[in-house]
């Protein structure tokens, strides 16, 4: 059974630094991806990423993935309050239907 | 946006009460699915169908039944509502052409009393 894991899940940083978010999962997957949430909103798709090795980054944002250490991280470079959001990793299930298991998120906050 | 509406968005419902949850999308996609979102829990799903009258169980189904008669909805129905089942409900299509990423409803914030 799939299991993921992020941390940490609460993340508190000040404007300006940098720092990382780590999710790790227990089964061989073929796509690992990355969403946001605002609060009492949707989830928003962030990242997809798909083989080993691959970096993604999109603004202050970089995704990384390691498959053979099943492990995924997300960078965030010199912070802004913008980035205030919940951040979840999500693994796709083996045995199609393109299912994905959640990590219980990481709820990061960007004091000014 | 992937052309995805969750209806009621708000519902307040007594224990015991049938509930059933609409998702419709717009862009004919195959696979839909249905999760619930609970604090400390993340996303855990459901059920999930890979085509008309196609549907399979996810995580946590039980008290939780799904139908889809057409492509472009899913509906998720609570038999008897119990308090447990309290929780942000969201739908999400998978776009097949677009590396499978999932997409996600606006969500429905359902309270059992």
């Known amino acids: 059974e799939l299991k993921v894991e992020q941390n940490p899940l609460f993340l508190s940083m000040q404007e300006g630094k940098n720092y990382t978010i780590y999710c790790n999962y227990s089964t061989t997957s073929d796509r690992l991806y990355w969403y946001r949430q605002d609060p009492g909103k949707s989830l928003e798709s962030l990242f997809v990423?798909?083989?080993?090795?691959a970096v993604k980054q999109e603004g202050r944002l970089m995704a990384s993935l390691d498959t053979k250490a099943r492990l995924s991280t997300l960078h965030i470079t010199a912070a802004v309050h913008d980035l205030s959001a919940t951040y979840f990793c999500a693994v796709e299930a083996q045995g199609g239907s393109e299912k994905l298991v959640f990590g219980k998120g990481t709820k990061l906050t960007v004091n000014p | 946006d992937a052309g995805i509406t969750q209806s009621p968005r708000h519902k307040v419902t007594e224990t015991g009460t049938p509930v059933t949850l609409r998702c419709h999308q717009t862009?004919?996609?195959?696979?839909m699915y249905w999760y619930r979102q609970d604090p400390g829990h993340g996303l855990r799903l459901i059920h999930y169908s890979y085509g008309v009258k196609d549907t399979d169980k996810g995580e946590v189904s039980d008290g939780y039944s799904v139908s889809r008669s057409k492509t472009e909805d899913f509906l998720l129905t609570l038999e008897s509502a119990t308090s447990s089942q309290t929780s942000v409900y969201f739908c999400?299509?998978?776009?097949?052409?677009?590396?499978?990423?999932?997409?996600f409803g606006p969500g429905t914030r359902l309270t059992v009393t």
């Open positions: 990423l798909l083989s080993n090795g």
């Open positions: 862009e004919n996609h195959r696979y």
């Open positions: 999400a299509i998978s776009r097949a052409g677009q590396l499978y990423e999932q997409y």
